[in-house]
Nanobody
């Protein structure tokens, strides 16, 4: 069993930055693809970013490309999401997720590719 715990959310003004962290329990973290998803008010959950086991392969949603950076520290069982130039449309609950495979499939952006999920952390960007 793997547990994921996110932190780092909060209220920030447009143009500001936040760094989200997700700590995983268990000793198999380095074998997992890790992803970040978000769900805005009245919206469906959507893919934000994902990183493979080594950090050598990374994907971003077009809406965050160039503003967000995903990274991981396998020694600390932690994945990060650095969010710069935040916009009001980035508001939502951000979820960390783990895919029980070290590398991506062709549908890495689908939530059903990920088996373990955190409880989410709220990010609110004011205009």
């Amino acid at each position: 069993q793997v547990q994921l715990v996110e932190s780092g959310g909060g209220l920030v003004q447009a143009g500001g930055s936040l760094r989200l962290s997700c700590v995983a329990s268990g000793r198999t973290f380095s074998r997992f693809v890790m992803g970040w998803f978000r769900q805005g008010p009245g919206k469906e959950r959507e893919f934000v970013s994902a990183i493979n086991w080594s950090g050598g392969s990374i994907y971003y949603a077009d809406s965050v490309k160039g503003r967000f950076t995903i990274s991981r520290d396998n020694a600390k069982n932690t994945v990060y999401l650095l969010m710069n130039s935040l916009k009001p449309e980035d508001t939502g609950v951000y979820y960390c997720a783990a895919r029980t495979s070290p590398n991506f499939s062709g549908t890495y952006y689908l939530s059903n590719e990920y088996y373990y999920w955190g409880q989410g952390t709220q990010v609110t960007v004011s205009s």
